[in-house]
């Protein structure tokens, strides 16, 4: 059976930081695109990161460029989303996406408030 499970998510003031991650089981991950989402109340998820099968090609959302940045372990199936300088505008559920699966996690909550 193929998942992804999120973790690391938690409350954090402005300008602190978190890492995310994504832990696939049932398939090796670092062979395939993998996405993070993001869904704030009220809004549509957007996309705010992927990363190449190889790591070598990342893509961010224009409003995290410079804070985060996404990352593989490939030893621990994992694909890690580092945030800092995070603001109030980040507050949304996490979801990491294995496109070609057409799976999703569970997500991991991210709340940035004072």
């Known amino acids: 059976q193929v998942q992804l499970v999120e973790s690391g998510g938690g409350l954090v003031q402005p300008g602190g930081s978190l890492r995310l991650s994504c832990t696939a089981s049932?398939?090796?991950?670092?062979?395939?695109?993998i996405k993070w989402y993001r869904q704030a109340p009220g809004k549509e998820r957007e996309l705010v990161s992927e990363i190449s099968p190889t790591g070598g090609q990342t893509v961010y959302v224009d409003s995290v460029k410079g804070r985060f940045t996404i990352s593989r372990d490939s030893a621990k199936n994992t694909v890690y989303l580092s945030m800092i300088s995070l603001k109030p505008e980040d507050t949304a559920v996490y979801y990491c996406n294995a496109p070609f699966y057409n799976i999703w996690g569970q997500g991991t909550q991210v709340t940035v408030s004072s």
């Open positions: 049932g398939f090796t991950s670092k062979l395939y695109f």
